[in-house]
């Protein structure tokens, strides 16, 4: 029996912020004399390369009831990104990130505020009965309300026959402790999302590096089926429990224009093959695909990333 078309391919949750890119090339915040700005957060970029690849996506945040929070309906709206569950608060100014130009993983420096103030009401349990995959990151699950909420509606739609994903974007300067992060990201792994980490995230998180074998080892043991470990220049691997483990090379690029946003890429583009149904390396080779362009790209994509789409 050919399952049942769900309304909604993705809904995104978490943070949609105002991105401030330096605009010199590889020097750290410190040294960055201006900046060009951009939409950013995670859940968002997710959003809006889903969209623009053809997906209906739904974006579930808090922006304050501002200039900046302008900025973000209108720049999600033009891609096609449903923001009806974006909520506009007055009592808080939309979060700001300032970010290093880099090759590698980016300096930031993060002022939080209406990011983190995510209700249970912005996700009726309508609105998850229709939804084919919940995904969220380790930035939005790191404060509360958005923490609290994030976990409950998981589970939710976990029960409503949603997959979950979640990028593990591990930052130490975000949460209170290390031991704090473990458990929140063992309470999500628990309804077996797709999970999305990179080798400077498991840097972090474990203060270690670790072999890639028992980084998925850690996430198989949480109840975890598939891990996707991205590697930068070195390509990908994905742990599939109980599989032989995937390894695909990165997709050469002469030149970096711009790292910021090249995770994300990768991953609409994996989520993108995924809700087609495609075989997991297949799923691997489009968000191979996705990623090498965001690199030759500052700020967002470029347009043509539709055509990639026709190639399924």
Known sequence: MKKKIKEIDILCVGEVLVDFIGHQTGVLINNTRDYHRYLGGSPANVAMNSARLGLKSVMVATVGDDGFGDYIFERLNEVGVNTNHIKKIDSKPTSVIFVSRTESTPDFIPFRKADSCIQENQMPSDLLSKTNIYHTTCFALSKNPAQATILKKAEEAFNLGCKLS????????????????????????????????????????????????????????????????????????????????????????????????????????????YIKEKPIEKCLEVALQIAALKLQNVGRLPDNINILSKLL
């Open 166 to 273: 979640i990028d593990v974007n591990y930052a130490k300067k975000l949460w209170n402790s290390q031991e704090e992060a473990l458990k929140v990201i063992k309470a999500y792994c628990k309804f077996n999302p797709l999970v999305k980490i990179s080798e400077d995230d498991m840097l972090r998180l474990f203060d270690k590096e670790l072999p890639h074998e028992d980084i998925f080892n850690f996430f198989h043991s949480e109840g975890v089926a598939t891990v996707c470990l991205t590697l930068g220049s070195k390509g990908v691997k994905l742990s599939q429990k109980g599989k032989k483990v995937i390894e695909l090379p990165a997709i050469k690029i002469d030149v970096v224009q711009d790292a910021t946003g090249a995770g994300d890429a990768f991953w609409s583009g994996f989520l993108f093959a």
